[in-house]
């Protein structure tokens, strides 16, 4: 897990795993279907195929949510919090943490086996939730760093940094 991406959206942003990112777009996408993808605007249709193809591996080494490209207007940025807040909601009905058998299930999904990521250690749900909550500031507005990094509880973290 040595790649990073950026997530941002209006200058401020913050660092995180890219493996993280898949993992969050899943459920991002899960949100996405059972509301309807259908439903949304095109640029929010944009962003699901974009979450679709970090979940599937195929974005790797790119994989990333391009809000500041997606997000152009205030009705698909109130559509968008909904989403994640619903995600947060999902992520949260799975438990504590996302087990070692879930992630092997998750890479599973991808569509190259060279796509696959081995995960050493589960993720804490309330990671995930924390780092949604980190995208909804950033979209609001509220998030004011541009040079934050995300740590998950549980992994490893030399420099010491807050984990969230």
């Known amino acids: 897990m040595d790649n990073i991406t950026y997530i941002k ?27 309807g993808v259908d439903t949304f605007s095109e640029n929010l249709k944009k962003i699901y195929r974009i979450c679709d193809s970090n979940r599937l591996g195929e974005n ?21 919090l909904d989403i994640l807040n ?15 058998a879930m992630l ?12 696959r990521v081995p995960w050493n250690f589960p993720i804490k749900t309330q990671s ?13 507005g509220t998030w004011t760093s541009d040079n934050y990094s995300v740590y998950f509880v549980g992994f490893p973290n030399i420099s010491q940094q807050e984990e969230i």
């Not at 959206?9 to 509301?35: K, M, P, R």
């Not at 092997?104 to 796509?115: G, I, L, P, V």
Request: a negative charge; aromatic letters at 12%.
């Open 9 to 35: 959206f209006n200058s401020h942003g913050f660092w995180i795993h890219q493996a993280f990112v898949e993992v969050l777009s899943d459920y991002i996408c899960q949100t996405f279907e059972d509301l």
């Open 60 to 80: 790797i080494g790119m994989v990333g949510i391009p809000f500041d490209r997606t997000i152009t207007n205030n009705a698909d940025k109130v559509i968008m």
């Open 86 to 100: 619903q995600t947060k909601t999902l992520i949260a009905s799975k438990g504590a943490e996302l087990s070692l």
């Open 104 to 115: 092997e299930a998750f890479e599973s999904r991808k569509t190259d086996d060279y796509f």
């Open 128 to 140: 995930l939730i924390a780092t949604i909550d980190i995208i909804i500031k950033v979209l609001n």
